[in-house]
Nanobody, 121 residues
Framework: QVQLVESGGGLVQAGGSLRLSCAAS????????MGWYRQAPGKQRELVGT???????NYAEPVRGRFTISRDNAKNTVYLQMNSLKSEDTAVYYC???????????????WGQGTQVTVSS
C-alpha cells in the first residue's frame, strides 16, 4: 500500500513564506513525476507545478517566480517552497505522484490528504 503524507501548511501573512513537504511511503518500486495542486473554496482543483524524476520543473503562471518545487529521491519526498504569498494563494494544497508499487506493472496517480494554506492580507 502506498501513501502520500503532506505537512507544513498553516496561516501566514501576505508576503510571507511557507514550505510544504510530501513524503511517499509504502511498497514503492519507482516514482515518476511528482507535483502539487491546490483547491480554493468554490473553485476547481488546479495545477501548481510538477517535477520529473530528473528534476525538471513546470509551474502554473500564477505561481511562476514565487514558488519552487524540489524533490529528494532518496527520501521519496517532494517539497513546495512558497514565497511572496498572496491572499489568492489561500487553498488546500495536495501533492500528487505517479508511483509504481511492487505489486503493479504500471504507474498510477496517488494523492495526499491535503494541507490548508491560509494567507491573511
Amino acid at each position: 500500500q502506498v501513501q502520500l503524507v503532506e505537512s507544513g501548511g498553516g496561516l501566514v501573512q501576505a508576503g510571507g513564506s511557507l514550505r510544504l513537504s510530501c513524503a511517499a511511503s509504502g511498497s514503492i518500486f519507482s516514482i515518476n513525476a511528482m507535483g502539487w495542486y491546490r483547491q480554493a473554496p468554490g473553485k476547481q482543483r488546479e495545477l501548481v507545478g510538477t517535477i520529473t524524476s530528473g528534476g525538471s520543473t513546470n509551474y502554473a503562471e500564477p505561481v511562476r517566480g514565487r514558488f519552487t518545487i524540489s524533490r529528494d529521491n532518496a527520501k521519496n519526498t517532494v517539497y513546495l517552497q512558497m514565497n511572496s504569498l498572496k491572499s489568492e494563494d489561500t487553498a488546500v494544497y495536495y501533492c500528487n505522484a505517479d508511483i509504481r508499487s511492487h505489486r503493479a506493472y504500471n504507474y498510477r496517480a496517488y494523492w495526499g490528504q491535503g494541507t490548508q494554506v491560509t494567507v491573511s492580507s
